[in-house]
């Protein structure tokens, strides 16, 4: 105030002073509020105030601090989401494992930052889990730097058997230097790791920094590792699935091949089936063809041989005819026993027999050609446990083929072995040795195959009873071997069997012989080979029997619907029907004997014919004797004539 003095001038002084202090105060708090407001929050109001204004200063400067501290933390989350989201969209649909090591390290170090880093995946395929290195940055070979670490092994090792982040500060000295072109420094930081996922350890990276991880770095990294479990596992249940896919893809492909092979497989056993069946058939078309010419020609010699005062040429004739026959009829056996063993159709049927006995009884058989040839046999049977478990048609049949063939093979004066010997109590050897023509060498281990007749073929014959008679040795559980020292040297055979104990032979009450009454019988007898039907009616009627033939099916019905028989005679195969549908017609109106007469001699011929009807099944050529015996054994199974 102008012209003031006193009193008046010093409250004045003091308004004015008051004014400017305050004038100050509020330009000091506009300006820094004004820089806040343009987002300058390094700000802060300085000037000196008391009472009111000093704690508006205050207040003011607290919220600036306060807007700093949730700015500083709203731009450091920022930071935070923005950097996660961005490795989750480098990172997303990766497929490869070392492609995301690679990339996140290299992405990473300019992040956080970091200098150096490596990363080491779990590896699971050997005894012991282990962690083998992937990929580096900025690392070199030459740093000492390990390859693979096992849990617990160092402090990599370590935070992946903890599950824990391991920070290191100021490493030491002698670690492992960051380095550039310009130097090289020890690192300030080390972060080690662990990426998990849902508890499992997948892999553990490792940094260092040549500044501190603050704690924004420190949670991004701990938030980024479970991103990077979260693809690392994805990653790997994918190349299981596609590793899965792979194998399915392949075992579908090696079943689909298979089933084609399958596929192929059950074509050729078929057409292997078809080519059986037609081989069966044909064979047994064979054996009938060419046993029923046999039949009249074998029953005539008989008839022939039985005719008192013949000449002996005549005679000797007749026996050489009978001979060849029978040969003829062998030939056709052995022929249809190759086929049956080479199909695993030999029936046998085991009982106790006595070797010696089967022996002596083969010997018997072959002696009418030993003497011919005038051979020497030497007969040694010392074994005396001789019963084995076989069946003695077919033991008898492996004795005779040897024997045969040691006739056979042998020239004229020469010698034959035969001994038995016990080596151990259970087995039987029997050996037949001849001096014959022998074996050479390089035909001994194929001498048992089938046609095979090591080099002897000058003397006729298929090559099939050693083949044969093999497969029926090993099927009685015993060994057959052929020894020879070469050609003119003769051979030996071995027959090893197992023995069995003996049974007891049951001795039947004593009655008194009695011959018994030959019974006349009505045969009906149907064969349409008009020269077996001429000689067998002949020869059967001169036994005692009244026999009316037919030639076909239609003409034996209409002899059976105008008088009655008691056995009926019949062939398989006839022109107009079959024996199997003629047997069962006739039984169905009175019991009869049904005997089959055919060339057809195959187990299922045989089954067949049983099934239809038929008692007995001879095949072609006919033993006259054995049909005669079987006549008589069926008289008292009939019922009287009416």
């Known amino acids: ?50 009472g009111e204004v000093a704690a508006v200063k205050d207040n003011i400067n607290e919220m600036i601090r306060n807007l700093k501290d949730t700015t500083l933390r709203n731009t450091e989350q920022d930071w935070l989401k923005t950097n996660l989201a961005k490795f989750t969209r480098m990172l997303q649909g990766q497929r490869d494992l070392l492609t995301v090591a690679k990339l996140t390290l290299s992405e990473l170090a300019p992040v956080v930052p970091a200098q150096q880093g490596v990363f080491y995946i779990m590896d699971k395929s050997g005894r012991e889990p282990e962690l083998k290195l992937l990929a580096s940055y900025a690392c070199h070979e030459q740093s000492g730097m390990k390859t693979s670490f096992k849990l617990g092994d160092s402090l990599l090792g370590q935070a992946a058997l903890e599950k824990q982040r391991i920070l290191i500060t100021d490493a030491p000295s002698d670690y492992i230097k960051i380095s550039s072109a310009l130097g090289a420094a020890r690192p ?35 938030q980024l590792t479970e991103s990077i479990g979260i693809v690392l596992n994805t990653i790997e249940a994918n190349t299981r699935t596609e590793n899965l896919l792979e194998q399915s893809q392949s075992l579908a492909t090696e079943l689909q091949n298979r089933q084609e092979e399958l596929q ?52 000797e004739s007749l026996q050489m005819i009978r001979r060849n026959v029978e040969l003829e009829a062998r030939l056709i056996d052995d022929l249809l026993d190759l086929t049956r063993i080479g199909r695993g159709k030999v029936q046998l049927n085991f009982e106790v027999v006595d070797a010696h006995s089967l022996l002596q009884n083969a010997l018997e058989i072959c002696q009418p050609e030993i003497d011919r040839k005038h051979l020497t046999c030497s007969l040694n049977l010392s074994a005396r446990k001789v019963h084995l478990r076989a069946d003695p048609a077919r033991l008898q049949q492996i004795f005779w083929n040897l024997i045969n063939n040691a006739v056979k093979f042998t020239p004229t004066e020469g010698q034959i072995f035969i001994s038995t010997s016990n080596e151990s109590q259970e087995h039987l050897h029997v050996r037949i040795a001849d001096s014959g023509l022998g074996i050479e060498s390089e035909s001994l281990p194929k001498i048992f195959d089938a046609f095979e007749q090591g080099g002897r073929t000058q003397l006729g014959g298929l090559g099939l009873g050693l083949a044969i008679s093999k497969a029926l040795v090993e099927a009685h559980k015993g060994t057959i071997t052929a020894e020879s ?41 149907v064969e349409d080979h008009e020269d077996t039907n001429r000689s067998l009616t002949n020869l059967l009627r001169r036994r005692g029997y009244q026999v009316q033939s037919a030639l076909n099916f239609q003409s034996a019905l209409d002899l059976s619907s105008k008088e009655q028989f008691d056995v009926l005679i019949s062939d398989l195969a006839l022109p107009d ?21 055919t060339g057809f001699g195959m187990e299922d011929d045989i089954r067949r014919g049983r099934q239809a009807g038929f008692h007995y099944h001879l095949v072609k050529p006919i033993d006259l004797n054995r049909l005669d015996l079987l006549i008589q054994e069926s008289a008292n199974s009939l019922p009287p004539p009416t």
């Open 1 to 50: 105030m102008p012209g003031a003095a006193g009193t008046w001038r010093d409250l004045t002084d003091n308004v004015n002073r008051l004014a400017a202090n305050l004038t100050t105060q509020l330009r000091a708090i506009a300006d820094v509020a004004t820089a806040v407001t343009k987002g300058d929050l390094t700000r802060s109001i300085q000037v000196e105030a008391q």
């Open 485 to 525: 020292a070469g050609r003119n040297k003769g051979s030996t055979f071995t027959l090893v069997f197992p023995t069995c104990e003996s049974v007891a032979a049951q001795i039947p009450p004593a009655v008194s012989p009695r011959k018994p009454e030959r019974q006349g019988m009505r045969i009906l007898l």
């Open 264 to 315: 192929k497989t059950n074509l050729e056993l078929a057409e292997k089936a078809r080519s059986n069946l037609a081989k069966d058939q044909f064979l047994a078309m064979l054996s009938h063809e060419l046993r029923t010419p046999l039949t009249p020609v074998l029953s005539s010699v008989l008839a022939l041989e039985s005719e008192p005062a013949l000449p002996p040429a005549i005679h």
């Open 188 to 222: 300030m930081n080390i972060a080690v790791l662990p990426i998990l996922f849902e508890g499992e350890v997948k892999a553990v990276m490792e940094l260092s920094s040549l500044e501190r991880f603050n704690s924004t770095h420190q949670a991004f990294l701990d």
């Open 577 to 597: 029907g079959s024996g199997m549908d003629l047997v069962q017609k006739l039984q169905s109106t009175r019991p009869v004997v049904g005997i089959a007469l």
